[in-house]
């Protein structure tokens, strides 16, 4: 079956524009992930949603960066006035239920701001 | 806090080799769960292994098995007969019992099998 589908693959933008970043999970996986991946580290916690709510949202580096999912499903990440330091690989996960089951990952979007 | 150190940012192995990746890790719980995952240039994150900290018996997946020593806090895993396929970033990673969500994740080591 299908897997989880991010969207753009890549995006390059310039600094201090919005970006959007989507997601697709796995159908019927409650839980959705977003971790980012800078260059040289592993990968970075950002955000967890189980349905539609964010009982996690601990990870995301500043206020510019806000998540949503609707219909327990589809999830944007957008991250608004983006700065250089934002260019990284984001990732994003689904499991089915969150607790203990395997995440399948996406293969992820690299934003490069410029 | 937890924390997950993969001490080898780079590995090497010949074509048919045994390699062994090292990861070390510091918590308080008991209850935890490790993993470790490989993530090709499709950049697609894939589980290789899962190891739950209860059970005393190392896990194996085909030709990847681990080696948990929970008293060292020690998670190796080691690959049998490497393939050229295996060529990727390999993250070792852990899981809370208590949060069974986030994954703390290493900063990953580089192995590249060799023909």
């Known amino acids: 079956g299908a897997g989880v589908s991010q969207s753009p693959s890549n995006k390059v933008t310039e600094k201090g524009k919005d970006v959007e970043l989507r997601c697709d999970p796995i159908?019927?996986?409650?839980?959705l992930y977003w971790y980012r991946q800078s260059l040289g580290q592993g990968l970075e916690f950002l955000i967890y949603?189980?349905?539609?709510?964010?009982?996690?949202k601990s990870g995301l580096p500043s206020d510019r960066f806000s998540a949503e999912r609707t219909g327990g499903s589809v999830s944007t990440l957008t991250i608004q006035r983006t700065q250089q330091e934002d260019s990284a690989v984001y990732l994003c996960?689904?499991?089915?239920?969150?607790?203990?089951?395997?995440?399948?990952f996406g293969n992820g979007t690299r934003l490069t701001v410029t | 806090a937890q924390t997950v150190t993969q001490s080898q940012p780079e590995m090497s192995v010949q074509e048919a080799e045994t390699v062994t990746l090292s990861c070390t890790y510091d918590?308080?719980?008991?209850?935890?769960?490790l993993f470790w995952y490989k993530q090709p240039p499709s950049r697609q994150m894939i589980l290789v292994i899962r190891?739950?900290?209860?059970?005393?018996q190392n896990a194996t997946e085909n030709r990847f098995s681990v080696n948990f020593q929970k008293a060292a806090k020690s998670f190796s895993l080691k690959i049998s007969d490497s393939q050229l396929g295996d060529t990727a970033m390999y993250f070792c990673?852990?899981?809370?019992?208590?949060?069974?969500?986030?994954?703390?994740f290493g900063k990953g080591t580089l192995l590249t099998v060799n023909p």
């Open positions: 996960a689904s499991s089915l239920d969150g607790a203990n089951s395997p995440l399948h």
């Open positions: 190891q739950e900290a209860y059970k005393q």
């Open positions: 949603f189980q349905g539609n709510s964010a009982p996690d």
């Open positions: 990673a852990f899981l809370s019992g208590g949060s069974n969500y986030k994954l703390t």
């Open positions: 159908s019927g996986h409650t839980a």
């Open positions: 918590t308080s719980e008991s209850n935890y769960y």
